[in-house]
C-alpha cells in the first residue's frame, strides 16, 4: 500500500466507527529503512514519524530536520534510563514509559528543562514475560505514580501478542484509558490497524506498509 493508499484506508475506518475525521494521526514507522525511502514520504506531505532506538534517530533526522522544520518525532521502542535525557530532547512523544525507575529519571529531567515530551505508558496486556510494559493489573497503580510526579501523561500504547486477536487487547487498553481519562490510545500497526481505530486508537504505528519490507542494517 502507497502512503495515499493508507491514509484512505484511515478515513475509511474512522467513518465506518463514528469517529471524527482526522482524530486518527498516522506515525509512519521509519526504524531501519533506507534513507530514500524516508525522504519519499516527507516530498509527500507526511511529517509524524516513529523510531524504535535514539541513536538510530540521533543519526537519520537531524539533516531532515533542517530542510523540514515541522518534522514530528516519537519514540515507540524501548528506552534504556540512561538514554532517557538524549530521548527527551529529540523526540516530541515518547510511547513507551514502563518502569518506575524511567518516570522518576523523566521527572527530574522535566524539572531541569521545564519542559517534557508528551508520555505514554506501556502495557503489556498479554502479560507476556518477553515484552516490556506495566501489567495490566498495575496500570491504575503506575498511571496514578506518573501524575503525582507531574509527568505530562496523556495516554497508553500496547503491542498485541502476535498469536492472539488483537481486538481483545485493543479493547482492554482503551477500557484502562478510559478509566484513567487518558485520551491517547496507541495501537495498531500495519495488519490490524482498522481494528485499533474501532476501538479508539488515536495514534496507529505503520511501517512496512508505507515504506515495504525493513532492511536490515548491514554488520
Known sequence: MSLSEITEAISVAEAKA????????LIAVSKVQPEDRVADVLRQGHRLFGENRVQEAAGRWPPFQAQYPDISLHLIGPLQTNKARQAVEMFDA?????????????ADLAQERGASPELLIQ????????KAGILPGETDAFV????ALDLPV????CIPPIEEEASLH??????LAERNGLPELSMGMSADFEKAIAFGATYIRV?????????????
Do not use: C, W, Y
Not at 94 to 106: E, G, V
Not at 144 to 147: F, G, I, L, M, S
Not at 207 to 213: L, M, N, R, T, V
Open 18 to 25: 463514528g469517529r471524527v475525521p482526522g482524530s486518527v494521526r
Open 94 to 106: 515518547i510511547h513507551t514509559l514502563d518502569r518506575p525507575k524511567l518516570a522518576r529519571r523523566f
Open 123 to 130: 502495557v503489556n496486556t498479554g502479560e507476556e514475560p518477553q
Open 144 to 147: 496514578a505514580e506518573a501524575r
Open 154 to 157: 496523556t495516554g497508553l500504547m
Open 170 to 175: 485493543f479493547a482492554l487498553l482503551a477500557k
Open 207 to 219: 511501517g512496512s506498509a508505507i515504506f515495504g519490507e525493513r532492511v536490515a542494517p548491514q554488520a
